[in-house]
């Protein structure tokens, strides 16, 4: 027999959450639980008659829940010994399989229709006659357990009566809490929904029943063929995964909140526009939203750079880390497959739908505080809100919403509102309670930001710090109120107005709200009197450093590499066999010839060493002679050219030429003095970059050292250097040196269809370039000496650090059409390109440009980057047909024609690129000559189709034309 948990003490969780359950408790569910206990008292006193007084009928219920409440502490969930309450090992989340099978009997479409075409009546006859169904169910599991307990007097006759009276007493009290439960979730489609009742009487975890509940209502595990006992291990697992009782907000209650709300949308018309699968990916969206949150929000993973900021590149970094967390915990638990029973296509859609759904709930941009306190009434009616730009022009073409990107707009705009709608679309009940919440939690963490450094507390423009006085408590009113009047009322209107008309009543919840806001709130001692709590804040600090130590000690597989490790491992080996450190005298010629006046910037301060560490022996050939140092130095001289050669260069280098060029080029701009970078700290991270790099046909170190050099060379003789700053400056050649690093040789395509550990840590979202970037920040912040920003104000690490991350993730080219359609929207304005966010995608098209700009240079370097690439595709394409899975496009070294692969790059990605670029900086008009004589190239080979010879042999024959 499955037992109840009603209040948050019930759970004695096996980790460090229990330590500050009672306090938040106390201060976050007292007064609830009291309203629950007497909104439910008619539910409590059914069975008593009515004739009792209103003060007796509250007394009796107050009796009764409290005897529930203690019943429900007394006994455990699960029968067997490890899940008792009492033992260490009992599971912090709450499963009643006899509610579940309630929950199905009321929820399941069909049964609900059949109650309904019978008496073709009112909820409330509905609801009765589910009760009936309830009963059966509970008088079986009643003689169940009175005949388990007559089983047991028959040996033990002297405990017998004690025994059966017992049972029947907590089985009565089991079905009673189980039909309050009922009760509430039969409110799932009504914006009167309490979610807060439901939590308390399900000890803080009312998720899983509210997410079984609707997947019981929408039929889906009929529907989809999903298996429904894998889910509800999920729905297990996932609950498991929120910190209901550490942290107060964003929890799995907050989670079953959206859920309803998503719920509410969809049975007032967004159905219409949904199918099975969407609805599917809605539920689990809301579900897993608040999966591994540690109550510490994603301004404050950047400002302390905690290692899951790290991880996820400060973007959306919670939201991401929930989602890898649960598709990871689905891979390695059989048991948890929600996917179970879907086609490979259902399952990549569903995925993908989540995904954006999820990442919409980043609150961060849509709670700005730039915009909430900027108190300026401008035209615009949610500054920088981009979805409801989105959404209005859409609806402004007369959009049908057919289309999978339509849908997921709509899906997008559901959730942002749900995850909002306690403010928005609830009563003013609900409203302060889950507002009381919200700000517990974000005192608290303003509290530990100010802990750790006073002046960056406010680095990101946090408004909601605790109130000390009546003019500060009435001014966090007013910046709340303009939140609901500015950001969230009119993409409500919008969304209901123009899609959603059976929804429209809703909208009086937030017109109440927010006159509740205007009148009532300087009066309201909830919100007024939310206590500091010291506990919670230890309790927070501590939630951020179990996860941040979870995702360093995560065992990470081997990743496929095109060149496995120990061949890599073996060609380092022959290679340093013939290399010796670079000597002094080069170095000191090298930094002689850069730090003249030839170059940017006067001399570096201190003494240079550009090699002072003595075990780094892989970088480059002795240059014992000075013919050689001489050619190097001359080859330096034209480092802003167009045709500068790093074949050339990295043969005279004997090997890499990474560090050398990326060292001459800090040199160049100065950027040791300007940023105080100490020159060991640079020597150790160019060093740990160069080696970092894979031993690939073509993304190795030599591509890395060739994007650089252009990227430079774009800046400077493109023209854009008038309008970056040295911050610019150095994060791009930072950029672009990193934007492949520790790249394994296999592309993007192959890391999704294998379901490798980066796609699901990145969950299928650009995940090398989200590799290549997280690498290069762990290493600054979690390796010895290696922290170029170490010695940069917190405001220059946080630009450089955003601009970096846009620019490598920008290298992606799944998503090369939206950067060419925002770079060609900037045109059509007439932008000038000098604000930080035209600069920023300036850059982005500028290493997009040098990561592809092969074809665009002289004939005889195209060529020999062509036999690299060529080479590398087609050991991907047969790495692929190895592991069973499709072959990529112009992978297929049988099949591939490599002159109309590479005129079709030409014409749809190189020139409408290039053409954008120098409508802007036409300084880069030069490039079209190139790019004219390498098109004409390949259409008079047309000869050269498949590779049918080894690699190389082709390159030869071009370079004799």
Known sequence: MGSCVSSTHAQPAPSSNSGANANISASLNEDTKAKTLKSKGVISNGSMGGSQSASQQKGKSSSSRNELNHSARSHAIPPDDSQNPDSAHFYPYVYDKTLIDMIKVRFTKRLAKAAKSSDGASSTDTYSNHNSSVQSISTSANKNSKNSARSDSAEHSAAAGTSVASASDVSARDDEWRKLVVHNLAKLDDWDFNVHELSNLCGNRPLIYVAYAALCKYDLFKRLSIDEHKVIQFLKKVQDMCRNDSVPFHNATHA??????????????????????????????????????????????????????????????????????????????????????????????????????????????????????????????????????????????????????????????????????????????????????????????????????????????????????????????????????????????????????????????????????????????????????????????????????????????????????????????????????????????????????????????????????????????????????????????????????????????????????????????????????????????????????????????????????VTNSIMVRGGMMENLDNIDIMAALISSMVHDYDHPGLNNAFQTHSHSYLATLYNDRSVLENHHCAQTFRIMREEHNCDIFNNMSAEQRRDARQTMVGMIISTDMTNHGKYIAAFNSRIESESDFKNKNDIRLALQIAIKMADVSNPTRPLYLYLQWTDNIITEFFMQGDKEADHGLPVSPLMNRHTSVLSKGQIAFLQYIIIPMFNSFIQVFPKMEFTRKHIKQNQEHWETHTEIKKEEFAPGQWKDMHLAD
């Open 256 to 709: 079953a909140d959206v859920l309803q709300g998503l719920n509410c949308f969809i049975r007032r018309g967004l159905n219409e526009y949904l199918s099975d699968e969407d609805i599917y990916a809605t539920i689990l969206a809301a579900t897993i939203l608040n999966a591994e949150n540690p109550g510490l929000d994603n301004n404050y993973q950047e400002l302390v750079e905690s290692h899951m900021s790290t991880l996820f590149n400060g973007v959306a970094t919670l939201q991401y880390h929930a989602c890898s967390c649960v598709f990871f915990m689905i891979q390695q638990n059989e048991d948890c497959n929600i996917f179970s029973g879907l086609t490979p296509e259902q399952t990549t859609d569903i995925r993908e739908s989540i995904l954006c759904m999820v990442l919409e709930t980043d609150s961060d941009s849509c709670l700005n505080a730039e915009d909430i306190t900027s108190q300026t009434q401008q035209s615009s009616p949610i500054p920088g809100d981009a979805i409801y730009k989105e959404l209005q022009g859409k609806m402004e073409k007369s959009c049908e919403f057919s289309d999978k990107n339509d849908v997921r707009l709509l899906m997008r705009v559901a959730i942002k509102l749900a995850y909002w709608s306690f403010c928005c679309m609830r009563p003013s009940s609900v409203f302060v309670e889950s507002l009381k919440r919200l700000w517990t939690e974000t005192f608290t963490q303003s509290e530990i930001e100010h802990e750790i450094s006073p002046k960056h507390s406010t680095l990101y423009g946090r408004t909601f710090k605790r109130p000390t006085n009546d003019d500060e408590f009435v001014a966090l009113g007013k910046s709340f109120s303009y939140f609901l009047g500015k950001k969230l009322k009119p993409l409500l209107h919008a969304f209901v107005d123009g899609l959603l008309y059976r929804l429209r009543s809703s909208k009086s919840h937030l017109l109440s709200n927010r006159k509740w806001m205007d009148e009532k709130f300087a009066t309201c001692s909830e919100l007024r009197k939310i206590p500091c709590d010291d506990q919670l804040r230890v309790q927070l600090k501590k939630n951020q450093q179990e996860i941040d130590s979870e995702l360093r000690n995560r065992p990470i597989p081997e990743q496929a590499r095109v060149i496995p490790l120990e061949e890599q491992s073996k060609r380092r080996r022959i290679q340093n066999e013939e290399q010796e450190q670079l000597e002094t005298e080069c170095r000191e010629k090298l930094e002689q010839r850069f730090q003249g006046n030839e170059w940017r910037n006067g001399p570096l301060s201190g003494e240079a060493k550009i090699y002072a560490l003595a075990d780094y022996d892989s970088i480059a050939e002795p240059l014992t002679n000075e013919e050689t140092r001489l050619s190097v130095m001359k080859m330096f001289d034209r480092i802003d050219h167009w045709n500068f050669d790093v074949f050339a260069l990295t043969k005279l280098l004997g090997g890499e030429s990474l560090f050398l060029t990326s060292y001459v080029l800090f040199t160049k701009y100065d950027l040791l003095s300007k940023f105080k970078i100490e020159q060991d700290i640079l020597v150790n991270f160019l060093k740990r970059v160069q080696l970092g790099y894979q031993m690939n046909p073509y993304h190795n170190a030599m591509h890395a050292c060739d994007v650089m050099q």
